[in-house]
């Protein structure tokens, strides 16, 4: 099995910075595309920002210029810098991963796909 868990949410004044880290963990080969999503109260998830195996990143027009996608792939984490916040940033954070591809000594290896965090709070106060 492999899971996913996100860390670095909190209570931030609008302007300021915060920094979420999203871990897999598991006995994992690869994996995909890795993404953030974000869902406010009475409203549907959308994408923040996403990033390839290979680097490639894409965003959110409302996040362009003040957010940064990056991972380690060796550590198989994704890293989410959020820089000059604002109050419409507040959400639930979820990490994302497209497929997750296990190690294994034996046997074909597994696939994991669609696989999401637990999320994590980002409130951003005025």
């Known amino acids: 099995q492999v899971q996913l868990v996100e860390s670095g949410g909190g209570l931030v004044q609008a302007g300021g910075s915060l920094r979420l880290s999203c871990a897999a963990s598991?006995?994992?080969?690869?994996?995909?595309?890795m993404g953030w999503y974000r869902q406010a109260p009475g409203k549907q998830r959308e994408l923040v920002a996403s990033?390839?195996?290979?680097?490639?990143?894409n965003y959110a027009d409302s996040v362009k210029g003040r957010f940064t996608i990056s991972r380690d792939n060796a550590k198989n984490t994704v890293y989410l810098q959020m820089n000059s916040l604002k109050p419409e940033d507040t959400a639930v954070y979820y990490c994302?991963?497209?497929?997750?591809?296990?190690?294994?000594?034996?046997?074909?290896?597994?696939?994991?796909?669609?696989?999401w965090g637990q999320g994590t709070q980002v409130t951003v106060s005025s």
């Open positions: 990033i390839t195996s290979g680097g490639g990143t």
């Open positions: 994302n991963a497209d497929r997750i591809t296990t190690a294994r000594a034996i046997g074909p290896r597994l696939f994991f796909d669609d696989q």
């Open positions: 598991g006995s994992i080969f690869s994996i995909n595309t």
